[in-house]
């Protein structure tokens, strides 16, 4: 794939190999957790993270206590609630962790999402006026801190729980809590909104509590706040790996019936991982958002009837087969486009009249991971571009962003570190693009390079045993920011099997060993398809992740395979 491997520093290796000695951990584990900047002395704690030591002060974000405080007057006094939630995973799961805390003590609320095409993105002000003249509190989830027309038009009470970037004014709300004020420490910024909404309701029982009211259950909550952490590309450092590893736990219960339901309707038969919750449940719950009804997500995530749980779940399954197909076009179009432009600049990006804005997301995914750049994709409706972009690690796109749109090149335009969405006219996108790619820039995007490829250690075929990699998974999990240790097998014998359009199969032995099945998804959309599939040559060096395979009662280890090299 063009990639130079470069294994452990000796640095790394020595500190791996005294924490081997020190806490009697597997040299391969301690490699691991060396990785990610964990001492020998924390190694232990690290492998057990407590919610309860990790969890932070729902207070230290500002406006948590009047926001708490409102939420409870709304309920103790029943007054008339209406959630307004962004489209995606993260509103979904927002929504649906106040609506179940709320039906836990009878009391319901209005959920209300707007149309991607149709309203855009965040509270708008017919919306939020309809809202308000029916309701007494508003709830903003995933969007509002950048709404301060919209918010002054309800004419009733605001409360905001965000994680996007804030400006340097706040709107005319009751509560704006978000990591990610201009006027926080940053030390949660790292939090989805999710995140904050259970920080909220940790708050509120605690309240109940003070009253000698007893709350809903919190930890059977966790599950949504997993899903959303991971599907929004969080980073799984600090308090979100401990929300993910026990939201998983709550997850393998099968208890909330909508998440079983579309595991069950996804043909999901291996225990929920972060991988599970990024590309087998989240995209679907994506997809109602993306090109279909904007509430399908968030009405399953909350439901409790399975019957309309089995439903609903149909449905953005079958809505998510027709978004792969409207993202592949849009795929293939924006590659040639980027390509024809040139890749070796900071910002990757593309803008095409029709693209449907509901995958023009995904597609920017795609464009960053190929180039391993921030990548922007736009689709044009008349002379007005809705685009939405990603970013790589160290370079905060959302940031940049905001500041092209304060600078009056784009229509409007927020997010965070890792992802963002923008308007655009026709007339300015040129000069837009040209800002936003010297913005980042000054950032460090574009001096990394693509072609390297980190290698964490090297395996016989014989090692890689399921005990092998529960061990490393120790140490998840793993995703976004905390990325899964990778392996090398020299000098092995393939036996390839092409599996549908695109995908590669492979049995790998060094002959010293038990064969070991590796994965290349998508194989044959690059170079790697065709050259381990050419006859005649069979014996590589191979590059990947170790992952388990549950099937038919069984549990073998797979290698997801990245890279390969002739031997």
């Known amino acids: ?60 974000l500002r406006d948590m206590a009047p926001a708490a405080e409102r939420f409870l007057v709304a309920v103790r006094n029943r007054q008339r609630i209406a959630i307004f939630a962004d489209y995606d995973v993260d509103g979904g799961t927002s929504a649906a962790l106040l609506i179940t805390w709320l039906r836990a003590l009878d009391r319901t609320a209005t959920l209300y999402i707007p149309d991607r095409i149709d309203e855009g993105y965040g509270p708008n002000v017919a919306a939020m006026q309809a809202l308000g003249a029916a309701h007494d509190l508003i709830l903003c989830v995933d969007c509002g801190t950048l709404s301060h027309e919209p918010i002054a038009a309800a004419g009733c009470d605001v409360v905001v729980l965000d994680h996007h970037l804030g400006a340097e004014t706040l709107p005319a709300a009751v509560a704006v809590v978000n990591p990610n004020r201009q006027d926080e420490s940053g030390d949660l910024a790292h939090l989805c909104a999710a995140s904050v909404v259970f920080l909220l309701l940790v708050e509120v029982n605690r309240r109940l509590r003070a009253n000698g009211v007893q709350g809903p259950d919190l930890m059977a909550l966790l599950d949504l706040v997993a899903l959303a952490t991971v599907a929004d590309v969080a980073p799984l450092i600090g308090v979100n790996r401990a929300l993910v590893r026990q939201g998983l736990k709550v997850m393998a219960r099968r208890e909330r019936v909508g998440l079983v339901a579309l595991a069950d309707a996804a043909r999901m038969d291996q225990a929920p991982s972060p991988y599970t919750l990024g590309f087998v449940l989240g995209p679907r719950v994506n997809a109602g958002g993306r090109i279909g009804q904007a509430d399908l997500g968030a009405r399953l995530l909350a439901t409790d009837d399975p019957r309309e749980a089995a439903a609903l779940a149909a449905r953005l399954d079958q809505l998510n087969t027709e978004r792969r197909e409207i993202e592949a076009q849009v795929r293939e179009a924006a590659m040639a486009q980027a390509e024809a432009r040139g890749i070796d600049a900071a910002l990757v990006w593309a803008a095409e009249d029709g693209w449907h804005p509901g995958v023009v997301g995904i597609v920017a995914a795609r464009l960053k991971e190929a180039t391993h750049r921030p990548a922007i994709v736009i689709g044009f409706d008349g002379d007005i571009g809705k685009g939405s972009g990603r970013s790589i690690a160290g370079v905060d796109l959302g940031a940049a962003v905001q500041r092209v749109a304060a600078e009056g090149l784009l229509i409007k335009g927020g997010g965070h570190k890792m992802a963002a969405g923008l308007t655009v006219s026709r007339d300015q996108l040129e000069s837009a693009m040209a800002r936003l790619s010297d913005l980042l820039a000054r950032q460090g995007a574009g001096t990394e390079t693509p072609h390297e490829l980190r290698i964490d250690g090297l395996l016989m075929t014989s090692a890689a045993t399921p005990g092998f990699v529960e061990q490393i998974e120790a140490a998840g999990p793993f995703g976004q920011g905390a990325p899964a240790p990778r392996f090398a097998f020299a000098n092995v014998a393939i036996t390839p099997r092409r599996i549908g359009d695109t995908h590669l199969k492979l049995g790998v032995s060094d002959g010293a060993g038990a064969t070991v099945e590796a994965m290349a998804f998508g194989a044959f959309d690059t170079a790697l398809g065709p050259a381990l599939s050419t006859p005649g040559h069979r014996r590589f060096h191979l590059a990947g992740r170790l992952e388990l395979n549950h099937w038919g009662g069984r549990t073998k280890v797979q290698l997801r395979l990245e890279d390969a090299a002739p031997a």
């Open 1 to 60: 794939m063009g990639r130079r491997w470069v294994g452990p520093t000796a640095e790394d290796e020595r500190l791996a190999e005294a924490m081997a000695q020190a806490t009697h951990l597997p040299l391969a584990l301690c490699t691991t957790l060396v990785k990610r900047g964990v001492t020998a002395s924390d190694a232990l704690a690290f492998l057990a993270p407590a919610l309860r030591d990790l969890l932070p002060d729902p207070l230290r």
